[in-house]
């Protein structure tokens, strides 16, 4: 009881404090829509011509949903760290019953609902603007398990960013820095036979990839497995949840 | 008595720089213990230790726990230069800490208690330094502590905030609360104390109850005559007896005691002198913290102003009469 009444105190706040910060509202959710706007509709897919964006439009929506489900968590849940340290808030925190695994959860729930409005709004955007098409609202439930989990992984990499940048500027910098290969590089808009051969294996390492996989076997080619994927998911966010709040600070 | 708290031979390094040095130190339940010490002096350390977040040499046991098993419910702490989440409402700043705890104080009592009920529902980054600190002292005492830890508490806070302040600890200090309070204010160490321990260098070097200490340390009463003929008044003061010493616009006449404040006048009038005025002064905590610490500054011959650098002189607990002179 007095565990869910911590995670709920420390999210509320969190919650709040974001939806206050206008800046970072309007650009959380304006980013995915630019990102549609700019490869869905004024790029567009070419199948027929080879290269960048030659599958049809369906093919990239788990680049679309990867792309929120990346850089979101990892640079807010650093940013955050960052700014708990530079306030001494962990220092507070850490005279009270709060642990920090409930922190991590706290923020993580946060991230999970933001996040999963962004995606809301990238299936809106995507069945609007382009020629895509999702299955129905049963099949589109099966996403949220992949969101979900990888929301969770990368919010535990974003605490581990937190801990090792020394500042915000250092983890906006780092984050920027991880996320922009794992994002074209983990199978969401660049094709495997883009890539040399001896690439493959290193696209595996990624564990953007398994979200991308998962996703693009439920939402492109439906009756594909997708169990693989979504154990490997599971089991890289609760290691990578784990080791992010083992890194959240407690002492200087 | 049982000790709260207690820090034996407690030693703290940052590569070479020694913050802590061997640093004993017990405090007895329900006791109001002063911190003082310049920057740097280890203060912050000394309690960041006592909290269990930092690490360090030594023992240190928190209601007969080591800091980190202690029961976090039962503890309170208010860091120096802390900052929750700057947008949200003073109200919702103590909502929030208060859900952290199993059981807290109501949010409107704490708001009343800290003087924030008017502004209870402004974003924190919208109100003053001093209304921010008031906050912040409220979100330490959001659990209700038996122990509480408060680093530098009155930073930044008005005269008449931080005597409402004052107030409030003094309630808790009675209700038998534990406080462990650093501060640059010597007359909020002095007014607020049981005991007081000066930092210096790491070393815990004077312990003691601000009485104790002053007499030890504070050295004598003092009286201060602005005059510009300082020398030949102080010539005139130590013919009748007085230890007087010039300055360049005052002559300082050292342990004297109330009652012979008019004979000092006496012979300035009979030495046909003019001055500007006469200050009397008792030794204060802050006397003692220069004298410990060896931090001064040539000046006028005033104790407040010897002080003025170093520490802030908020010493309404100086007692003080000044006399119109004659010209």
Known sequence: MSRSRRIRAEATAAWHSFLRRKTAVFFTFFFPVLLVVIFGVLVRTQPTDGGLFAEPAGYYLPGYLATVVLFTPLSRVGSEIARHRDDNRFEKLATTPLTRGEWLLAHTAVNVLIIGLASLLILGLVLLLTTASVPPVVGLLLLLPFIVLAVVLFCGFGALLGRLADSQDGVIAASNTIALPLLFLSDTFITLDQLPAWFGPLVDLSPLTYFARGVRAITYTPGEPYATELGVLAALAVAFFVAGAYAIPRTD | MHEALVATDVTKRYGETVALDGVDLSVADGE????????????????????????????????????????????????????????????????????????????????????????????????????????????????????????????????????SLWSVLETLADGGTTILLTSHSMAEVQRLSDRVG???????????????????????????????????????????????????????????????????????????LPYESLTWSEPTLEDVYLQLTGESFEGAGSRSATATPAVDSTAETDTAATQEGRQ
């Open chain 2, 32 to 163: 109001v213990f002063g911190l003082i010490g310049p920057n740097g002096a280890g203060k912050t350390t000394l309690v960041r230790a006592l909290t269990g977040t930092t690490a360090v040499d030594g023992e240190v046991r928190v209601q007969d726990r080591h800091p980190t098993d202690v029961d976090a419910d039962r503890v309170g702490l208010l860091p120096q230069s802390f900052s929750p989440p700057t947008r949200l409402t003073a109200r919702e700043l103590i909502d929030y800490y208060g859900g952290l705890y199993e059981t807290a104080r109501d949010t409107d009592e704490i708001l009343s208690t800290v003087g924030l009920a008017e502004t209870a529902d402004s974003w924190y980054e919208t109100l003053s330094g001093g209304q921010q600190r008031r906050v912040c002292v409220g979100i330490a005492l959001v659990n209700d502590p038996d122990v509480l830890f408060l680093d530098e508490p009155t930073t930044g806070i008005d005269p008449a905030g931080r005597r």
């Open chain 2, 198 to 272: 000066l930092l210096r260098d790491g070393q815990l070097v004077a312990v003691g109850t601000p009485d104790e200490l002053i007499a030890d340390h504070g050295g004598g009463s003092r009286l201060v005559i602005d005059t510009d003929a300082s020398e030949a008044a102080a010539d005139a003061l130590a013919d009748a007896g007085f230890a007087a010493t010039a300055e360049p616009t005052a002559v300082v006449v050292d342990n004297v005691s109330p009652v012979d404040i008019g004979d000092a006048v006496d012979a300035l009038s009979a030495a046909d």
